[in-house]
T-cell receptor, first 111, second 115 residues
Framework: DAKTTQPPSMDCAEGRAANLPCNHSTISGNEYVYWYRQIHSQGPQYIIHGLKNNETNEMASLIITEDRKSSTLILPHATLRDTAVYYCIVKGTGTASKLTFGTGTRLQVTL | NAGVTQTPKFRVLKTGQSMTLLCAQDMNHEYMYWYRQDPGMGLRLIHYSVGEGTTAKGEVPDGYNVSRLKKQNFLLGLESAAPSQTSVYFC??????????????FGDGTRLSIL
């Protein structure tokens, strides 16, 4: 599975959009991009995933570049409850669908 | 709407003691996983299972054993606990096959301290 690179930390004002970048330049054609977050010490929470098209759900939007070498997770109106560590993970659909977690981006939402 | 349930939530052991962590899922998922998370680090895969009666090693399997006797349950055992196994343990489950691109669902974790 391809490796990812994320900034270690970011700040965002409450009510503004939070844009979290992720580089995955070695991604393969059958690998998906997944985003999870971990609030405090809770279990990782799934946010969104995509293959090559942009995706949107009730939590966030995922923008994947045309060459698929990078992506951006967008939280449209960040709240204090969105303060968490966000993980960008690239994963194929092999026999064992293992997730490889890096150190993620710590997003701090402030008033 | 339970999802993935881990038991117990907290436990303190003495070095050399044994214990079993239980993970149960009610989503009829084929795949199940055990991860550990140490302070300031991402999750690391210990063992996983692709179906009832099957298990496989992840990236940090030493000191742990697992069993998947029933599809909905995945047990993680520590035969002789060591302080280095102090960690937060997370269980996860997911579909396979045509649905294998679907996300893994995680439990709330078991916080284990070895003295």
């Amino acid at each position: 599975d391809a490796k990812t690179t994320q900034p270690p930390s970011m700040d965002c004002a409450e009510g503004r959009a939070a844009n979290l970048p992720c580089n995955h330049s070695t991604i393969s054609g059958n690998e998906y991009v997944y985003w999870y977050r971990q609030i405090h010490s809770q279990g990782p929470q799934y946010i969104i995933h995509g293959l090559k098209n942009n995706e949107t759900n009730e939590m966030a939007s995922l923008i994947i570049t045309e060459d698929r070498k990078s992506s951006t997770l967008i939280l449209p109106h960040a709240t204090l409850r969105d303060t968490a560590v966000y993980y960008c993970i690239v994963k194929g659909t092999g026999t064992a669908s293992k997730l490889t977690f890096g150190t993620g981006t710590r997003l701090q939402v402030t008033l | 709407n339970a999802g993935v349930t881990q038991t117990p939530k907290f436990r303190v052991l003495k070095t050399g003691q044994s214990m079993t962590l239980l993970c149960a899922q009610d989503m009829n998922h084929e795949y199940m996983y055990w991860y550990r998370q140490d302070p300031g680090m991402g999750l690391r895969l210990i063992h996983y299972s692709v179906g009832e009666g099957t298990t496989a090693k992840g990236e940090v399997p030493d000191g742990y054993n697992v069993s998947r006797l029933k599809k909905q349950n995945f047990l993680l055992g520590l035969e002789s606990a060591a302080p280095s196994q102090t960690s937060v343990y997370f269980c996860a489950s997911s579909y396979w096959g045509q649905l294998s691109n679907q996300p893994q669902h995680f439990g709330d974790g078991t916080r284990l301290s070895i003295l």
